[in-house]
T-cell receptor, first 114, second 114 residues
Framework: DTEVTQTPKHLVMGMTNKKSLKCEQHMGHRAMYWYKQKAKKPPELMFVYSYEKLSINESVPSRFSPECPNSSLLNLHLHALQPEDSALYLC?????????????FGPGTRLTVL | AQSVTQLDSQVPVFEEAPVELRCNYSSSVSVYLFWYVQYPNQGLQLLLKYLSGSTLVKGINGFEAEFNKSQTSFHLRKPSVHISDTAEYFCAVSRADSNYQLIWGAGTKLIIKP
């Protein structure tokens, strides 16, 4: 099974809302990633979790809050977002950050902030 | 630092014709090279990767790529395209010693003309 699942597929939220994105993998991968992708652009790395610990934060605003409750699950908590945060949010996983293994991507959550 | 250049933002090609999508990179250290495909409204899927060894790499869906170290290129080819190949194609590189940080090209949209 080489699948990364993400829920929800679509999310519309107001600027005062609090919502969460969920990502799950059952491949035994110990590295998990959040990316943001704007239309017609490549993905931008946001966060990297290595062995359930946050190892990389690419200067992401605090209105995005990642959480890794266990080795299979990765959440992204959203609060007080701006319209410019509307994008496709992609989760990925790999064996571990220092391996040569591939990053496997989920289908993404398309977020619209009104 | 590494960088990736995909010179063609769009490549139109007739169905059943061959196609080449160009990717050039720059790096002062050894890198791994990847091609990912993103179908409309979907996540990213790995097409193929070069880590070491044979410079001709075969991937899924009939795609192949050739690593050329002297020209710092990793062009993607397919001998005969189908309508279903319509997608955005991203070239990416990572440092050979730590592949959490994928450096992405801007992407090339492959447009198949019937």
């Amino acid at each position: 099974d080489t699948e990364v699942t993400q829920t929800p597929k679509h999310l519309v939220m107001g600027m005062t809302n609090k919502k969460s994105l969920k990502c799950e993998q059952h491949m035994g991968h110990r590295a998990m990633y959040w990316y943001k992708q704007k239309a017609k652009k490549p993905p931008e790395l946001m966060f990297v979790y290595s062995y359930e610990k946050l190892s990389i934060n690419e200067s992401v605003p605090s209105r995005f809050s990642p959480e890794c409750p266990n080795s299979s699950l990765l959440n992204l908590h959203l609060h007080a977002l701006q319209p410019e945060d509307s994008a496709l949010y992609l989760c990925a996983s790999s064996q571990d950050p220092k391996s040569t293994d591939t990053q496997y991507f989920g289908p993404g959550t398309r977020l619209t902030v009104l | 630092a590494q960088s990736v250049t995909q010179l063609d933002s769009q490549v139109p090609v007739f169905e059943e014709a061959p196609v080449e999508l160009r990717c050039n990179y720059s790096s002062s250290v050894s890198v791994y090279l990847f091609w990912y495909v993103q179908y409309p409204n979907q996540g990213l899927q790995l097409l193929l990767k070069y880590l070491s060894g044979s410079t001709l790499v075969k991937g899924i869906n009939g795609f192949e790529a050739e690593f050329n170290k002297s020209q710092t290129s990793f062009h993607l080819r397919k001998p005969s395209v189908h309508i279903s190949d319509t997608a955005e194609y991203f070239c990416a590189v990572s440092r050979a010693d730590s592949n959490y940080q994928l450096i992405w090209g801007a992407g090339t949209k492959l447009i198949i003309k019937p």
